[in-house]
C-alpha cells in the first residue's frame, strides 16, 4: 500500500499590526519637493525609531499618544481678539494660518539686513537647502527626537532667514487657526551671520494640534533673541523643538511664555560649539486644571563643546487646580571644554495641593575646570510674604498676583529688551487680575 502525501496549504502569516508611525503617516501627505535629500534622509531615520510610547525614558512624564494620534483631535477655536502682546510695535509681521504662510496677510518679505523665503517656495540650491535637517538630526544623539524627525520629513512650510545685518525691527511670526481639527506643521530654519543680530517673536493661535521646528544657526559673533508667547485662551495641543548651534562669542537668548492649554511639550536642543559663546533657554509657565487639563513639559538639552560658554537654563511653573508641569533638562560638558558656567534651575509654585511638579535636571561633566549646578524647588505661596502685603492693605488676589510676578521674574529677566520685557509683564499684570486667585 502506498501512502500518499497530502498537500495542504500552509496558513497565511497573521497580517503585521500596523504601528503607530504607520497609521500616523498614512494621513499625511509628504511634500514631494524642496530639499527632497533631507526629507528623504528624515523618513528612512523615523522608519528605524518609530514614534514614541510612555516606557520610553524622556516621555516618562508626558503621554505621547495625542501626538502619536493620526489625526488631531477638534477644538472650538475661540473667535474673540488675537493676543495684544507685540500688537503695537513696529515689526515686520509674517502670518502663518494652520502652519501655512499667507501671503495676502502678511507684510512684504523685505527688511534690510535680511533675506526671507517660505518654506514651500524654495527651490534646490537655495542656501537653507545645506542646513535644512542637518541641526535636528544631529540633535537626534543622544536622545532621539523621532517628533522633530517628522517634521522636517512633512513640513509643508515655514520660514527661511538669513541674517547679515542688524535689521532696524525684529521678525514676528504671527499663527492663526482656521479649521477646528487643524493638524498645524512649520519649519522654519534661520541663519545669522557673523556680527548679525535678529529679534524673533512668535505668537497667536496654533493648531488644535501642532508641531513646528526651529533650526537655529549662529555664526561666530553672531546674535539671536528668540521669544514666543502663544494665545492664552486657546486649548492648543502642541509640540515644539528648538535645535540651535553657537558659535564662537555668539548669543542665544530663547524664551517662551506659556499661559494655559491642553497638553504641551518643549524641547530645547542646544550645542555650543565656539569659544565664549553664551546660551540662555528660560520659560515662564502658568497653568490653570480649572479651565480643562493642562499639561506641560520642557526637555532641554546643551552641550558645551567649547572654552568658556555660559549657559542658562531657567524655567518657573506656576500651577493651580491639578495642573501638572515637567521640567528635564541636561548640561553636557564635552572633554577640552573647560571654564565652563552652566548653571539651571528649575522652580514650581504649586497654588493648591491638587497640582504637581515633575523635575529630573542632570548635569554630566567631562572637564575638570568648570562651575555647573542646578537647582530645583517645588513650593506654595510665601504665608508670611501674603500676610506682610495683606496688613498693607492689599487686597488678597491682588497680593497673589504680585507674589507669583516677583516668583516669575528670574524668568522675565532673560529678555533682554526692557521693552518686551515689560510689554510681556503687564499682560501678566491683565491676564492674572482678571482671574480669581486662590
Request: glycine content about 8%.
Amino acid at each position: 500500500m502506498t501512502e500518499m502525501a497530502v498537500k495542504t496549504k500552509a496558513p497565511e502569516p497573521a497580517a503585521r499590526p500596523a504601528s503607530a508611525l504607520d497609521a500616523r503617516l498614512a494621513v499625511l501627505d509628504l511634500p514631494q519637493g524642496g530639499f527632497a535629500a533631507a526629507r528623504a534622509d528624515a523618513l528612512s531615520r523615523l522608519r528605524a525609531t518609530g514614534l514614541p510610547g510612555p516606557r520610553d525614558e524622556y516621555w516618562r512624564y508626558t503621554d505621547p499618544r495625542p501626538f502619536n494620534a493620526p489625526q488631531a483631535t477638534a477644538l472650538p477655536i475661540d473667535g474673540g481678539p488675537e493676543s495684544p502682546l507685540f500688537a503695537e510695535r513696529d515689526k515686520l509681521t509674517l502670518v502663518f494660518v494652520d502652519g501655512v504662510f499667507d501671503a495676502a496677510a502678511s507684510d512684504p518679505l523685505a527688511l534690510e539686513g535680511i533675506e526671507i523665503e517660505t518654506l514651500a517656495a524654495a527651490r534646490p540650491g537655495h542656501w537653507a537647502e545645506g542646513l535644512f535637517g542637518t541641526l535636528e538630526a544631529a540633535g537626534q544623539t543622544p536622545v532621539k527626537r523621532p517628533f522633530a524627525t517628522l517634521n522636517t520629513a512633512a513640513a509643508r512650510d515655514g520660514v527661511l532667514i538669513r541674517v547679515t545685518g542688524t535689521p532696524s525691527k525684529p521678525v514676528h511670526v504671527l499663527h492663526r487657526r482656521a479649521a477646528e481639527a487643524a493638524d498645524a506643521m512649520w519649519h522654519h530654519v534661520i541663519r545669522v551671520e557673523s556680527g548679525a543680530v535678529l529679534t524673533l517673536l512668535e505668537s497667536g493661535m496654533v493648531g488644535a494640534r501642532s508641531n513646528g521646528v526651529i533650526e537655529a544657526d549662529l555664526a561666530d559673533g553672531a546674535t539671536l533673541h528668540h521669544i514666543t508667547a502663544k494665545r492664552a485662551v486657546d486649548p492648543k495641543v502642541g509640540l515644539s523643538h528648538l535645535f540651535a548651534r553657537v558659535g564662537a562669542e555668539a548669543v542665544l537668548k530663547s524664551f517662551a511664555l506659556v499661559v494655559n492649554g491642553t497638553t504641551m511639550r518643549h524641547e530645547a536642543v542646544v550645542d555650543i560649539v565656539g569659544d565664549d559663546a553664551v546660551a540662555h533657554v528660560a520659560a515662564a509657565v502658568l497653568g490653570d486644571g480649572g479651565v480643562g487639563p493642562f499639561h506641560h513639559d520642557d526637555t532641554v538639552f546643551v552641550t558645551h563643546g567649547a572654552l568658556r560658554g555660559e549657559s542658562r537654563q531657567v524655567f518657573k511653573k506656576v500651577l493651580k487646580n491639578g495642573a501638572t508641569g515637567v521640567f528635564q533638562g541636561k548640561i553636557l560638558v564635552k572633554p577640552g571644554a573647560q571654564k565652563t558656567d552652566g548653571y539651571q534651575i528649575s522652580q514650581a509654585l504649586l497654588l493648591d495641593e491638587a497640582s504637581q511638579f515633575l523635575a529630573k535636571p542632570e548635569l554630566e561633566i567631562y572637564a575638570d575646570d568648570v562651575k555647573c549646578s542646578h537647582g530645583s524647588t517645588t513650593g506654595a505661596i510665601d504665608e508670611d510674604a501674603l500676610f506682610y502685603l495683606r496688613s498693607r492693605g492689599v487686597p488678597h488676589d491682588r497680593a497673589i498676583v504680585f507674589l507669583v510676578l516677583s516668583f516669575l521674574a528670574d524668568a522675565l529677566e532673560e529678555v533682554e529688551d526692557e521693552s518686551l520685557r515689560d510689554e510681556i509683564n503687564e499682560r501678566l499684570d491683565a491676564w492674572l487680575t482678571a482671574r480669581p486667585q486662590i
